[in-house]
């Protein structure tokens, strides 16, 4: 019996012990045999073993050394766990699919939240070789990528991810589901990347560029935060406002202004 490890603050640890919460979790992934599941921060296993147990084999992604010698002997008796020691934001996801011989993976995991957006943003990179994500985050980051235009909390995170995947907030997590509990309450999202044909065409880098630019300043008109990107008239000919505000544009107004702006 391996002793439990102690959470290292450094790695984002917050381990899941509430067995009702890994219940509603693993039964949302539901993964089937066939499948390639790969699980980023598999910890001690709260969401390994029984992910392991439906799905026979499983390939995790882990960054701390000292938590893989006990969770390859909890996982042993299971199935088959192929753990990968790297820092997620390091993994091609796309090569990884390539490697293993299947079109698509299945990403899961509770994601160490000091680098929820990088890996977001990461996963969204590979999305034609992902065909889902259940990710735990902060309620909070959840709430912005879901969040519609004329919100609040609409911003970079809401139109780059609405424009990658359909984005269906599950449920919600309280912090002393997690030893130790997080400060903040947490939340289970359901990511599907779109179809090729429901994806925009525009260059990503000039699509990062005008969010970017345009969120930038949150309270300035479209033509005042895009100035060093593109001038009114241009802006007009994407058929944009320029006197509007970043917040109420639909993701698809951000692709039409992309695609007329210069080269990043
Ligand atoms: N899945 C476990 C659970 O639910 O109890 C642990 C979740 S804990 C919130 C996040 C996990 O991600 C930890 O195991 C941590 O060591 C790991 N981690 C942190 N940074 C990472 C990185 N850059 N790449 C891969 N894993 C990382």
Known sequence: ?????????????????????????????????????????PGEGALTLPLLKAAAKLTA?????????????????????SIVHADVLKVDFTAMAHRHGVQKLRLAGNLPYYISSPILFHCVE?????????????????????????????GRLSVMLQLAC??????????????????????????????PAQRHDADPERLHAVVKAAFAQRRKTLGNALRQLLDADAIRRAD?????????????????????????
């Open 126 to 154: 590979h999305a034609a070789s992902i065909s889902d994500m259940h990710f735990m985050l902060q309620k909070e980051v959840v709430d912005r990528m879901a969040a519609e235009p004329g919100s609040k909390v609409y």
């Open 240 to 264: 944009v406002d320029p006197k509007a505000r970043a917040e109420t544009l639909a993701p698809s107004d951000f692709v039409r202004l992309a695609k007329i702006a210069p080269s990043a």
């Open 61 to 81: 992604i882990e960054l701390d050394t000292d938590l893989i010698p006990g969770l390859q002997s909890r996982a042993a008796p299971v199935g088959e766990l």
């Open 1 to 41: 019996m391996n002793t439990p490890a102690r959470p290292k603050k450094s790695f984002g640890q917050h381990f899941l012990h509430e067995t009702r919460y890994i219940q509603r979790i693993v039964a949302a992934i539901a993964p089937r045999p066939d499948e390639f599941v790969v699980e980023i921060g």
């Open 166 to 195: 359909q984005v269906i907030p599950l449920f919600t997590v309280p912090p002393g589901a997690f030893r130790p509990p997080p400060k903040v309450d947490s939340a289970v999202v359901r990511l599907v990347p779109l179809e």
